[in-house]
Nanobody, 124 residues
């Protein structure tokens, strides 16, 4: 059974940093594309960052435009972990952040395994 579990959320001042972690189990992790999504208040869930399957340095990372160079996604296949380093956090980044895993070539939305989410709060 595929399981992904997020951690690392919390309250942080504007301009601060957080590192989200996601532990995956029940899958051949290195073969899965991993993603971070978020749902901000009043909005639908949206993609934040994705990272392709495989080993460094061949992984390809993609980011939403709003990231603007502030976030970095990475993975450690030996530990079945994926991370999201978030710097220069803004009030608008407040929301629930979700980790998701899907086999390469399959969409997260239709085929992904999702975690329960971790809350990030950046006060105005």
């Amino acid at each position: 059974q595929v399981q992904v579990v997020e951690s690392g959320g919390g309250w942080v001042q504007p301009g601060g940093s957080l590192r989200l972690s996601c532990a995956a189990s029940g899958i051949n992790f290195s073969l899965y594309t991993m993603g971070w999504y978020r749902q901000t208040p009043g909005n639908q869930r949206e993609m934040v960052a994705t990272i392709s399957a495989g080993d460094n340095p061949s992984n390809i990372a993609n980011y939403a435009d709003f990231v603007g160079g502030r976030f970095t996604v990475s993975r450690d296949n030996a530990k079945n972990m994926v991370y999201l380093q978030m710097n220069s956090l803004k009030f608008e980044d407040t929301g629930v952040y979700y980790c998701t895993a899907t086999k390469t070539g399959y969409s997260f939305e239709m085929f992904g395994a999702w975690g329960q989410g971790t809350q990030v709060i950046v006060p105005p």
